[in-house]
């Protein structure tokens, strides 16, 4: 056998140990399934208690757990405040029908998990090729965070409202799995919340620039969707009697929300004036916008995110009037932010390799930010316990009961199951 010559022939052997440990840890966190358990347990860690002790929440048992038990299928037909939940409902029937009414809570939740870190997972989907995925999806996990949205199966729209963000984004199929998978994903997560209401046109503009059977597919699938939601929207949602406009206070609760809170903490958040508020958190985030659009490779990506966050953010305004909202009372409401801080979290993350260092420098300031002004508060305190094993055996029977769930002091009013079911 001929000779290598030196330095050849089991070089990795001699490789200084320093470097060939850092070279296998730099390939450990660069693989995807690393990253995708690395994010599970941000996760879990943000909100542990959904986990190890897991109760329902608010509606996970007034609503889908109620009305499942009361109606069975039919309730997937049954809109809540004005459309369809399809995925909540199809998690509380498959709960009822594989284990005890003690476990609902956990297969509630993990279900919810599981989804919620599908959403996160799918970032790193070669067909999205997205620049920087991995900050990508760690800001999921910055800022202030109440709670409210994670880990629980009635604000898991919030979460899969992304996945329309993605299906915006993604390479067209090519293969009859992939395929099969985005028209589910579609349809599961259009049927659940209003969002493909809102994201409609960044599908429309996809096809409009892109004119293949796939996307036209989508399209439809997409349209169809949204006018169901807009129907029910239009016949049974809500409605609200509002105070005249006030303009001070809305770009005060919007600057406030959605970069003020978030990079510069709580009291400045509280104290401040509504018209700092508003110019603090306003003028920053109209200009990230408008350099978004410049002339660039990644131009048309970050177009469609920020078009994806002027959509969310028209349907945000409309529905919950933030001008309406008490400035001292930061919790009020703050899932309507949850999708537009990941956006504009999205647009900082590929301004950190920007050619202009001013602008590198201020994403990476305002990232770090949002990530360390609120480290502290990061894993959520834990609820009070309310036992829910000691009160489930009305819900056994199918008999009436008032159970108490989360949040505190929430009741969830069962009203029993037809005897025949």
Known sequence: MKDQGPGTRDQGLF????RLVISRLRSLISSPWSLVFFCGVLLALRKPWALHTPQLWAEDGSIFLA???LVGVRAWLEPYM???HTLPRLIAWVA????DPRWWPALYNGTAFAISLAVVARLFSPRLALPGAPWLAL???LGPQTGEVLINITNLQWFTAFFLVQQALIARPTTAGQRTLDLVLLVLTGLTGPFVIAFWPLLAWRWWRDRHADNLAVLLLATVCAAVQMWFVLRTGPRFEYPPFAAEKFFAALGQHLLVWPALGTQLAIKLPPLALGLAGILPVLALL???LRPHPRRL???QIVGAFLLIMIATVYRCRPDTWNLQALYFGERYFFIPRILLAWLLVWELDSASRLVAWAARVVLLAWLLVHVKNYS???PPDYHWAQHVEPIRRGVPARIPTLPDNWTLEYHGRPASK
């Open 67 to 69: 009305q499942n038990d």
């Open 380 to 382: 959520l305190g834990a």
């Open 139 to 141: 800001a999921f996990f």
């Open 82 to 84: 004005g459309y369809l």
């Open 301 to 303: 990506l970050r177009a």
């Open 96 to 99: 009822s029908h594989i284990a």
């Open 290 to 292: 408008v350099w978004a």
């Open 15 to 18: 490789e200084p140990k320093g």
